[in-house]
Structures are given as C-alpha cells and as structure tokens.
C-alpha cells in the first residue's frame, strides 16, 4: 500500500508570493492534517480536513488555508509568503476508527519551503 | 486551548544510559500517541496508549499512560545510537478528535 505522497519535496519562493502544497494520503484514509515544522516550535497544527470539511484548525493566520476533494486528497495555500513560513510542512493521514476517533497517523516526507 | 507539555527539550546520554521523556497535558486525553522523527525523516507512529494505567513495552521502550490519563512517558533502557532522534507525544482528546503534537524532545547518543 502506497505511502502518503507529498509534492513537492522542495521549494524556493520569495517573499510575497503565494505556495500550494499537495499531500495525497493513504488510500481508504479520509482524514488530512497539516503541520509546520520550524526547528524551535516543534510540529505546529494547521489544520485537519476529513470528507472534504475542515474539522479542526490551528492558530495560524488567515494567510495559510487548505482544501481537501473528493478523493481525499488535499491542497494547502499558503499567501503573501513571509520568511518567517519557511519551514517543513508535514501532512499525515489516518483512517476513522471505532467511535469515530481517529487512529494512528502516517506521515509524507514533507515539503521544505524556504522563502527569500 | 487544550496543552500539551513535552520534558525536557533536549537530552544528550552516554550509549547505554537510560533515556525518559514525559509528556503532560492539561485536560484528560481518550488516548496519547507516540512518534519517532529520525534526524531528516518524517514522524513514524511507535504506540498508541488508551486504559488509564497502561503499560506497554516495545523491546528498550517502555510507555506509561497515567492513571488520570493526562501524562505519559517513554523510557529507553540502554540507549543505542539507532535510538538517536526526536521523541514526540501525541494527545487525543475525546471532544474533537484532534490530535495534538508536544515539541518533542530531541535525543542525542554520545558515544
């Protein structure tokens, strides 16, 4: 069974720009979260999408959104790049266990954005 | 919002010293999560603890959830160079089902 993709691996952009993100999970798995990863913060929550809706999101700003289709896949958006975003943006997948909650979660190898 | 402290940041023991990493919440968790980040890797699942008082081991890994299921931890007997990366716990609440990440606690084998 395939891995959870990320695309792309790396990522040069400058400040102002705008970046979207792709991750495509597991198979069967409906649930998507993303997470930067900065050196001193540690895995910071963006946000979760399961069945196309966001179900849960982090503190960032307004600048950072995502979207999640049918196919489970999803995207993430980040605007008006600032240095401060440049980071490795993790997604995982899990699948729905019983009770609804979810299960363990498979991470891609992540995308490094580094923004100039 | 919902907490989740991670002790100690950093932590640098000989080979063969024993290693504990712990991990606190603020409000009682449906279950905690544990991951493994190798230096340039991506966070791989090791175990997921649920009953209150659970005990599991794993080889070296030994990972305790608390009895008012709000902290937890992870403790390497013996460490060995493979076991150089950055331990993370994962706090599950029941409300929302949101998984949240500690900082993680970054594990350096000297040899």
């Known amino acids: 069974k395939a891995g959870v993709t990320q695309t792309p691996r790396y990522l040069i952009k400058t400040r102002g720009q705008q970046v979207t993100l792709s991750c495509s999970p597991i198979?069967?798995?409906?649930?998507v979260s993303w997470y930067q990863q900065t050196p001193g913060q540690g895995l910071q929550f963006l946000f979760e999408?399961?069945?196309?809706?966001?179900?849960n999101k982090g503190n960032f700003p307004g600048r950072f959104s995502g979207r999640q289709f049918s196919n489970s896949r999803s995207e993430m958006n980040v605007s008006t790049l600032e240095l401060g975003d440049s980071a490795l943006y993790l997604c995982?997948?899990?699948?729905?266990?019983?009770?609804?909650?979810?299960?363990?979660?498979?991470f891609g190898q992540g995308t490094r954005l580094t923004v100039v | 919002g919902q907490q989740v402290m991670q002790i100690p940041q950093y932590q640098h023991v000989q080979e063969g010293e024993d290693f504990t990493t712990y991990c606190n919440s603020s409000t009682t968790l449906s279950n905690i999560q544990w991951y493994k980040q190798r230096p340039g890797g991506h966070p791989v699942f090791l175990i997921q603890l649920v009953k209150s008082g659970e005990v599991k081991k794993q080889k070296r890994l030994t990972f305790q959830f608390g009895e008012a299921k709000k902290n937890s931890s992870l403790h390497i007997t013996a460490t060995q160079t493979t076991d150089v990366g950055t331990y993370f716990c994962a706090a599950v609440t029941g409300r929302d089902d949101k998984i949240i990440f500690g900082k993680g606690t970054r594990l350096h084998i000297l040899p």
């Open positions: 999408y399961f069945s196309e809706t966001q179900r």
């Open positions: 198979s069967g798995h409906r649930s």
């Open positions: 995982a997948s899990s699948s729905v266990g019983a009770g609804g909650r979810d299960t363990e979660a498979f």
